[in-house]
Every structure is written in structure tokens, then in C-alpha cells.
């Protein structure tokens, strides 16, 4: 009976240490009798008890790194503050378990020297402006060298930059003065603006006015010719109804007894007026050879 009993409890023993059960997201490196034999993949899986071992467990998820903080002097030889966070990955878990001792600190080192080159390549306002490109070219640089030990780095993004105090205050000093700036040149534009649509206001305005007093002036032109043009045909056509009624029969006495009556009219307005002096002709013969000369006139339009 102690004889099952301890079978038993060795079987068990022997069973425990045959079956690995490996988590999602990870991978067991298993060493048989002191070297490298497999990597588990996760799930259930067989090893030969007592001789194999699982040596190294990796998690194979994303991995954030807080890059401790360090200072990094510029092109232009101003230092700087500089902290970020680098993500990485196991990809390899032999190569992250043999290519070094600690892949995490080696990752976390390079990420600094990196950091220290990029930026000293730079001048100190570029540091601000593109922080993409540092970031890009740190992530080169430490993924070339983490091949060998079997991590992917995915990217690397910088938490923050800080110049010293002196540099801040200067920095603070001339975006307020470039602020001042762009505000006074706004200021001018909006007063060289204010000034063009003015003289713009005015020189159409004017344009308007000596456009409406040229239409004013052709009306004008206009109407009067117009009404040129309509005493004009009036006294034609009374000229004419007066040369049509002359060739009718009686025409040539009426004619004489108007100018009578115009003569005698004349003189009637003449003796009124108290201021003139009137002087009649001896006999009535001279106002009969008026007439008559009219006449002739009228006769000799006739004809023609």
C-alpha cells in the first residue's frame, strides 16, 4: 500500500513536471540538461521531466518603458531636460534570452545614448519644432541594435522637453516682442486697408457723379433737340397748311386782308404806347404798297 501510495504521488510529481500550460501572449524557453531546446508557444504543452526546465518566461505584449529623465545639450550648446517613453515588443524569445543579460536595461541605455546624439545634432528651437523626426530617428537607432536580443522596438515619444530658466525667460520674451510684432503689422494692413477702400469709396463715387452728369447732359442735349426738331415740323406744317390755303380760290385776298389787319394792328400798338412817337404817312397809298409787296413775296414763294 506505501508502495502505490508513493508510485502514485511520483506519477503525479512526474505528470506536473511534464505538462506546461502557457498563458496567451507569452512564450517559455525550455532548456534541456543546460542547453537551449524549444520555445513554448502558448497552450498545452509536453516537456521530459527532470531533464528539461523552462529557463525564461516573456510576455510578448506591447511593453510601455519610462525612459528616466537626462540631460541632452543642443547643437548650439544649450542643455536641455529631456524625458520620454519608449514602447517595445519580444519577438525572438531565444535571441531575448541569450542576446543579453537584461534586455530591458540594454533597450533603456541605448534609448538614452540615442536620444543624447540625435538632439546634439540639433539646434535648440528645431528640439521644439520636430520632435516627430527625434522621435523617428531614435526608434532607428535602438531598433537596428535590439535585433539582436529579440525585441522590436515600436516607437519612442518624448514626454517633455525642458530648457533651463534663463533660456525660457528668453524664449517667453521673444515670442511676446513677435507677438507685438505681428499685432502692430496687423494694425498698419488694417489701416492701409482702411485707406484703399476709401480713395476706392471715392474714386468710384466720383465716377458715379460724372457719370450721372453725363447722362444729364446727353438727356438734355436730347430734349432739346427733341423740341427743336418739334417746332421745327410744326412751322413746316404750318408753312405748308398756309402755302395750301394761298392756292385755294380767295386764298391771295385773305392773305391781303391779314396783313391789313397786321398792319393795322401794329399801328393800333404803337399809337397806344404813350412814350412813342407816331408818325403816319401822308396818304394810305404807302400802306397799300405794303400790302402789295407782301403779296408779291407770297406770289413769288408760290411759284417756287
Given at each position: 500500500m506505501t508502495v502505490a501510495i508513493i508510485i502514485f504521488v511520483i506519477a503525479i510529481i512526474f505528470v506536473a513536471r511534464a505538462v506546461k500550460v502557457v498563458p496567451q501572449q507569452n512564450a517559455w524557453v525550455v532548456e534541456r540538461l543546460g542547453k537551449y531546446h524549444a520555445s513554448l508557444a502558448p497552450g498545452l504543452n509536453f516537456?521530459?521531466?527532470?531533464?528539461?526546465?523552462?529557463?525564461?518566461?516573456?510576455?510578448?505584449?506591447?511593453?510601455?518603458?519610462?525612459?528616466?529623465?537626462?540631460?541632452?545639450?543642443?547643437?548650439?550648446?544649450?542643455?536641455?531636460?529631456?524625458?520620454?517613453?519608449?514602447?517595445?515588443?519580444?519577438?525572438?524569445?531565444?535571441?531575448?534570452?541569450?542576446?543579453?543579460?537584461?534586455?530591458?536595461?540594454?533597450?533603456?541605455?541605448?534609448?538614452?545614448?540615442?536620444?543624447?546624439?540625435?538632439?546634439?545634432?540639433?539646434?535648440?528651437?528645431?528640439?521644439?519644432?520636430?520632435?516627430?523626426?527625434?522621435?523617428?530617428?531614435?526608434?532607428?537607432?535602438?531598433?537596428?541594435?535590439?535585433?539582436?536580443?529579440?525585441?522590436?522596438?515600436?516607437r519612442y515619444e518624448i514626454k517633455d522637453l525642458t530648457p533651463p530658466k534663463e533660456i525660457l525667460h528668453a524664449m517667453q520674451s521673444q515670442i511676446t516682442a513677435e507677438r507685438e510684432k505681428r499685432a502692430l503689422i496687423a494694425a498698419s494692413e488694417g489701416r492701409r486697408q482702411e485707406q484703399i477702400n476709401i480713395a476706392t469709396g471715392e474714386r468710384e463715387a466720383y465716377i458715379a457723379r460724372s457719370e450721372g452728369e453725363k447722362q444729364s447732359i446727353i438727356n438734355k442735349a436730347q430734349g432739346e433737340a427733341a423740341s427743336i426738331t418739334a417746332v421745327a415740323e410744326a412751322t413746316a406744317g404750318a408753312i405748308e397748311r398756309i402755302a395750301a390755303a394761298i392756292r385755294q380760290p380767295g386764298g391771295e385776298l385773305a392773305v391781303q386782308l391779314k396783313v391789313a389787319e397786321r398792319a393795322v394792328d401794329a399801328y393800333s400798338r404803337v399809337a397806344a404806347d404813350a412814350t412813342t412817337t407816331l408818325i403816319v404817312p401822308s396818304n394810305m397809298t404807302e400802306v397799300s404798297a405794303l400790302i402789295t409787296s407782301a403779296m408779291k413775296m407770297v406770289q413769288g414763294t408760290k411759284a417756287a
Open positions: 516537456v521530459v521531466p527532470f531533464i528539461d526546465r523552462v529557463a525564461y518566461k516573456h510576455n510578448l505584449k506591447e511593453i510601455p518603458l519610462d525612459v528616466p529623465s537626462q540631460i541632452c545639450i543642443t547643437r548650439d550648446n544649450t542643455q536641455l531636460q529631456v524625458d520620454g517613453i519608449l514602447y517595445f515588443q519580444v519577438t525572438d524569445p531565444m535571441r531575448a534570452s541569450y542576446g543579453s543579460s537584461n534586455y530591458i536595461v540594454a533597450v533603456t541605455q541605448l534609448a538614452q545614448t540615442s536620444l543624447r546624439s540625435v538632439i546634439g545634432k540639433l539646434e535648440l528651437d528645431k528640439t521644439f519644432e520636430e520632435r516627430d523626426i527625434i522621435n523617428a530617428q531614435v526608434v532607428q537607432a535602438i531598433d537596428e541594435a535590439a535585433l539582436n536580443w529579440g525585441v522590436k522596438v515600436l
